[in-house]
Nanobody
């Protein structure tokens, strides 16, 4: 079983930065593709970023490209999302998620089998 716990959310002004962290448990979690998904009020969950299990491949939704960076440390069983130049439209609950073991990326919300409880990110304009 895989458990995911996010941290690092909060309130930030537009243009500011936040770093989200996700601590994972589970013996084989290091072989899972990981991702960050967000959900704004009244909207469906939206894919933000993904990273493969070795950490050498990443993919971002268009709105995150150039501003967000996903990374992972398998020794610490952790995944991170560095968010810079934040905008009010980035306001959402951000979820850390994991797939089953795979070699590639996971760019669809439906591909994720395990989810954290979410952390709130609020960007004030």
């Amino acid at each position: 079983q895989v458990q995911l716990i996010e941290s690092g959310g909060g309130l930030v002004q537009a243009g500011g930065s936040l770093r989200l962290s996700c601590a994972a448990s589970g013996r084989t979690v290091s072989t899972y593709a990981m991702g960050w998904i967000r959900q704004a009020p009244g909207k469906e969950r939206e894919f933000v970023a993904t990273i493969n299990w070795t950490g050498d491949r990443t993919y971002y939704t268009d709105s995150a490209k150039g501003r967000f960076t996903i990374s992972r440390d398998n020794a610490k069983k952790s995944v991170y999302l560095q968010m810079n130049s934040l905008k009010s439209e980035d306001t959402a609950v951000y979820y850390c998620a994991a797939t089953s073991p795979r070699l590639g990326l996971a760019t669809e919300v439906e591909e994720y089998a395990y989810w954290g409880q979410g952390t709130q990110v609020t960007v004030s304009s």
